[in-house]
């Protein structure tokens, strides 16, 4: 038994920080609910930035509340547009988004590799 204090290389479940590291294309199921009308909120990352250590931290996620109509659907589309952000501007949309992204920066890194090797 010897003391260890590198990190071993590519075991992503290694971390003991309280760091998780996942796929880029993860797709996070959000606690605060929609602001608009309650509803469920999944977010998945758009955008990378390195950290000090190299590894990537979101900068920009999509985020969806689970009421979101068919693309079909264009009267259901007109009023859920509406209801989420026509009256503040996306106001809510915005705090919600800069409050996922501070947390995920906390708390999660992103895997970037698989993007490039796909064949
Ligand atoms: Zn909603």
Known sequence: MEP???QPQGSPASACSGVAVVDSDKVFGIKSPCPYCGGKITASAN????DDEGRFYATDLDISCCNEPDLDDEEAWNSWDIE??????????????????????AKVRFNLQNSDSTT
């Open 84 to 105: 989420h952000g026509r009256g503040d501007y996306n106001e809510a949309w915005h705090q919600l988004h800069e409050r996922i992204v501070r947390s995920m920066k």
């Open 4 to 6: 260890t204090t590198t």
């Open 47 to 50: 955008a990378w930035e390195e």
